[in-house]
Nanobody, 131 residues
Framework: VQLVESGGGSVQAGESLRLSCAAS????????????MAWFRQAPGKEREGVGG????????WYADSIKGRFTISQAITKSTMYLLVNNTTPEDSATYYC??????????????????????WGQGTQVTVS
């Protein structure tokens, strides 16, 4: 599985931006189970934090409490791309954003999200700077 982020760059505070994570290598042949994919970010000198994520079967999403409704995670109808829309950006959103995905599949009964150490696949990251 490979994950490739895109969409990072520099924006002015208050503007919106959308990041994409293209996933290749996953199979989506079972509606009763799926993978979890998530966005993490890490700012210089700070620990990595989870932003939120989505499960590929059903599209259920979750968000970190600190995001406060400004972030929206979605996936393409093909499930092969995950998006992160950030509205009303602030300088505190400046960070490297990483896409991550689980190796194992989770059946519908598992509510999730899984802990960070269950994300086995990571993208290379995309830099976001808000000024």
């Amino acid at each position: 599985v490979q994950l490739v982020e895109s969409g990072g760059g520099s924006v002015q505070a208050g503007e919106s931006l959308r990041l994409s994570c293209a996933a290749s290598g996953y199979t989506y042949d079972d509606d009763n189970s799926g993978y979890f994919m998530a966005w993490f970010r890490q700012a210089p000198g700070k620990e990595r934090e989870g932003v939120g994520g989505i499960r590929t079967n059903g599209g259920g999403t979750w968000y970190a409490d600190s995001i406060k409704g400004r972030f929206t995670i979605s996936q393409a109808i093909t499930k092969s791309t995950m998006y992160l829309l950030v509205n009303n950006t602030t300088p505190e959103d400046s960070a490297t954003y990483y896409c991550a995905g689980t190796r194992r599949r989770y059946y519908r009964g598992y509510r999730g999200p899984p802990p960070a150490n269950e994300y086995d696949y990571w993208g290379q990251g995309t830099q976001v700077t808000v000024s």
